[in-house]
């Protein structure tokens, strides 16, 4: 017996819990009829089972035909359409009282599973790449619209309190016609559309008229 198989004997217990619990080799016992008597938890999480398929045909699961297990050494088992995997299982069949013991080692997905799985991918990223397109559209389309705005309201403060355009005066008493017709001090006017103030003094040439006005009363 060689040291490798020395230590696995010695190991017997803890091996074989393993090999029940936390091995991904996937482990079926089976009758004559080839029915399942038990199997690991492996086998069960290869085909995303919450509890052991204890008596159910494993034609359920591998398509077994009528292999002989005997005579054959590695086996390449498709998945059953019933189980919702589509797959092969590379397998060994062992003896086991009337019975075999299958040793599920692996499984490749096959073409029409891979390139369905593929083609989900291809959507999820077609459909992510939609929603960016979309994100970055109205993101454009909301700085345009802010660009406007700000546009607009630089002309509008440019022009708050300017006085723009021709302005209608009377030519005798210098008063204003605005908006409604209504005719308005040139102060009041001016005040009210500019930022402008009045300080109201007397320019010379007034107040020699002014003086002379009072001298002659």
Known sequence: MTTLRRELARQGEGLRSYLETFSGLGIVLMDPARKIIDCNQGFA????????????????????????????????????????????????????????????????LTESRAMEQVGAIN???????????????????????????????????ARVKQLEGIIPICMYCKKIRDDRNDWQRLEKYITDHSEAQFSHGICPTCMEVEMKKIKER
């Open 123 to 157: 959507n999820e990223l077609i459909n992510l790449q939609r929603e960016s397109v979309k994100k970055n559209l109205l993101l454009e389309k909301m700085g345009r619209e802010l660009d406007e705005r700000i546009t607009e309201l630089e002309a509008a403060l």
């Open 45 to 108: 999480r290869l085909f995303h089972l919450k509890q052991k398929p204890i008596g159910a045909p494993a034609e359920d699961f591998m398509t077994l035909g009528g292999r002989d297990f005997e005579e054959a050494g590695e086996l390449k088992l498709p998945c059953s359409p019933s189980s919702g995997i589509h797959g092969i299982l590379y397998c060994r069949a062992v003896e086991a009282g009337s019975g075999h013991l299958l040793f599920c080692e692996r499984m490749i």
